[in-house]
């Protein structure tokens, strides 16, 4: 039993989130600026990974980015300053969230869309069937179905 229970903590351990190890001469003294350069860190999108952050990612482009992040910090820059440096050499998809701008638009309004779009679709296939289930038949039907049953089931109806 003790054995099943340690092999399913070690696998539990496994699954849980890994952070990208720092290298400690990537990090910087003071830990006010530490702590501002890792929430920054955690905002921009590795252009590797593409579903990490730089924060949480091992790649190369991760780790250089991170030490952009470091090097604009000791040089003064605010957060805004940071962030603006780095779009402006890769872009608005190196941010986690994306600014809302007409280049964007799609990307932030599609979701909704798409909810607009398939509650319509479905709103129009439950009318068909809704129509389809009140269809009655006329005399001349059901005694042509009477016909084609026999006797028995026409006492049913």
Known sequence: MRTILA???FLLALALPGHA???PAEMLEDPAAEAR????SKELRCMVCQNQSIDDSDAELARDLRAVVRDRIRAGDSDE???DFVVERYGDFVLMTPPFTPATWLLWL??????IIGGGVALLVLRRARGRAETRL?????????ALTGPET???G
Do not use: N
């Open 81 to 83: 300053e940071v962030f």
């Open 154 to 156: 026409a006492d049913r």
């Open 138 to 146: 006329t005399p001349e039907e059901e005694a042509r179905l009477a």
């Open 21 to 23: 190890a720092l290298d």
């Open 37 to 40: 350069a890792r929430a920054i």
């Open 7 to 9: 092999a399913m903590l």
């Open 110 to 115: 599609a979701p909704g869309l798409v909810l």
